[in-house]
Nanobody
Framework: QVQLVESGGGLVQPGGSLRLSCKASGSIFIIEYMGWYRQTPGKQRELVATISSGLITNYADSVKGRFTISRDSANNTVDLQMSSLKPDDTAIYYC???????????????WGQGTQVTVSS
């Protein structure tokens, strides 16, 4: 099994910054992507940012220019630096890992338990 442990959530004022971190451990094989998603009550989980094994990044339009995703492949960690935070960024943020067991095998998704980010004055 894969364990994903997130940290760094909390309460921040609009315009402020937070940094989320996620560490993967356990049965790690061939990681395709790591990333962050978020969810608010009554809405579907949505992509925030992903980073591939080749360090190619992808961002939701709503966070481009404000959030930066980074990855430490040696330690299986992924961070999300969030700046210029807005109340609309309030959500539970989930770490995601997508991996294969073999080079041509199926891909599997794993999720962290989530960390709350609240942007409010």
């Amino acid at each position: 099994q894969v364990q994903l442990v997130e940290s760094g959530g909390g309460l921040v004022q609009p315009g402020g910054s937070l940094r989320l971190s996620c560490k993967a451990s356990g049965s790690i094989f061939i990681i395709e992507y790591m990333g962050w998603y978020r969810q608010t009550p009554g809405k579907q989980r949505e992509l925030v940012a992903t980073i591939s094994s080749g360090l190619i990044t992808n961002y939701a339009d709503s966070v481009k220019g404000r959030f930066t995703i980074s990855r430490d492949s040696a330690n299986n960690t992924v961070d999300l630096q969030m700046s210029s935070l807005k109340p609309d960024d309030t959500a539970i943020y989930y770490c995601n890992l997508n991996q294969r067991r073999t080079t041509r095998g199926l891909r599997y998704d794993y999720w962290g338990q989530g960390t709350q980010v609240t942007v409010s004055s």
